[in-house]
């Protein structure tokens, strides 16, 4: 999964003022995964005291 940033973002909105809801709900989806993503790799940070390069 490719990181989401502001940019992304934009262009997607953009893009689902052309395509519809279906977009839009796949950017809002990719948004929430990659926050699980990053709080599970915090915990895991905290848990082992190790980055995930050490992992």
Same mark, same amino acid.
């Given at each position: 999964?490719?990181?989401?940033?502001?940019?992304?973002? %934009? !262009?997607?909105?953009? =893009?689902?003022?052309?395509?519809?809801?279906? *977009?839009?709900?796949? %950017? !809002?989806?990719?948004? =929430?995964?990659?926050?699980?993503?990053?709080? *599970?790799?915090?915990?895991?940070?905290?848990?082992?005291?190790?980055?995930?390069?050490?992992?």
């Amino acid at each position: 999964m490719g990181y989401v940033d502001p940019g992304n973002r %934009v !262009t997607s909105l953009e =893009a689902e003022s052309r395509f519809g809801n279906s *977009l839009l709900s796949m %950017v !809002t989806l990719a948004n =929430a995964r990659a926050v699980l993503f990053q709080a *599970l790799a915090a915990w895991l940070g905290v848990a082992t005291g190790k980055d995930l390069g050490e992992h």
